[in-house]
């Protein structure tokens, strides 16, 4: 199985025109990366393999990006990238990169885009363990399966 991806990536209109991703208004770049652990619970986990509900996908990301432009208007540009298919240990599934003109608004904004992804954007996790067993996951934090446990 190939990896694919969603991503998104996001200027600001002040920047947008400019070529280089880093202007002289963003001394800010931070970002995160969600990499596959070798294990969970005792168990050892030898890959993942993400799944998606893709229109469904790029429509959230693009939403949790607008709502990151609203909360904390300085922010210059967005970049998430979520890989689909399978993502073999060590690599990484998720990453996010925000950047401003301090520090705070896009350390800020990147946990808030992290913890929302894994909240709302409909991507579902195989974990695959040595034994060949298997489990699907969903995020602690999604919104819809605990809807569904009420």
Avoid at 18 to 29: D, E, F, T
Avoid at 52 to 74: F, G, L, V
Avoid at 125 to 137: A, L, M, P, Q, V
């Amino acid at each position: 199985m190939s990896s694919w991806e969603i991503s998104f990536c996001s200027s600001s209109q002040e920047t947008r025109s400019q070529s280089s991703p880093l202007s002289a208004g963003a001394s800010s770049w931070d970002t995160y990366a969600g990499i596959t652990r070798n294990h969970f619970q005792g168990k050892k986990v030898v890959r993942l393999e993400y799944e998606a509900y893709i229109s469904m996908a790029e429509a959230e990301i693009k939403k949790i990006c607008r709502d990151i432009r609203n909360k904390w208007p300085t922010i210059q540009h967005i970049s998430v990238h979520h890989r689909l298919g399978l993502v073999n240990i060590t690599e990484a599934s998720v990453i996010i990169a925000i950047s401003s003109p301090h520090r705070n608004e896009s350390l800020e904004a990147v946990k808030y885009c992290i913890d929302t992804l894994k909240a709302t954007v409909p991507i579902w996790k195989k974990e695959i363990y040595d034994t060949e067993e298997y489990t699907w996951k969903e995020n602690k934090e999604c919104q819809w399966a605990r809807n569904e446990q009420k």
